[in-house]
């Protein structure tokens, strides 16, 4: 499976911004997808998932703020991002996974490039 995110990019605080991923290869042996994000210094940590039925998880620091969301004809998830704040700048990860839902990062099988989110004050 590969995953390719696109969307990143600078954006002012209170702005939006989306992303996009596209996973190709084996993506009928996906199930879960999602998004993580890591700030220079810091772990990367959740932003958000969605199951292949679409039921979204979001970690609490953006609930509200961002939406995921998923086309399975296309094999791809969205990320809306919407009133952003300067500490939502870091890389952006897309990630897949088969099996069982999960929040936990380290359940994530298969990772895109990152694409960055920079948000100024």
């Known amino acids: 499976v590969q995953l390719q995110a696109s969307g990143g990019g600078l954006a002012q605080a209170g702005g939006s911004l989306n992303l996009t991923c596209v996973a190709s290869?084996?993506?009928?042996?996906?199930?879960?997808m999602g998004w993580f994000r890591q700030a220079p210094g810091k772990e990367r940590e959740l932003v958000a998932t969605?199951?292949?039925?679409?039921?979204?998880n979001y970690a609490h620091s953006v609930k509200g703020r961002f939406t995921i969301s998923r086309n399975n004809a296309e094999n791809t998830v969205y990320l809306q991002m919407h009133s952003l704040k300067p500490e939502d700048t870091a890389a952006y990860y897309c990630?897949?996974?088969?099996?069982?839902?999960?929040?936990?990062?380290?359940?994530?099988?298969?990772w895109g490039q990152g694409t960055q989110v920079t948000v100024s004050s």
């Open positions: 990630a897949a996974k088969r099996g069982a839902p999960s929040t936990s990062r380290d359940a994530y099988e298969y």
């Open positions: 290869g084996s993506i009928t042996s996906i199930d879960d």
């Open positions: 969605i199951s292949r039925s679409g039921t979204p």
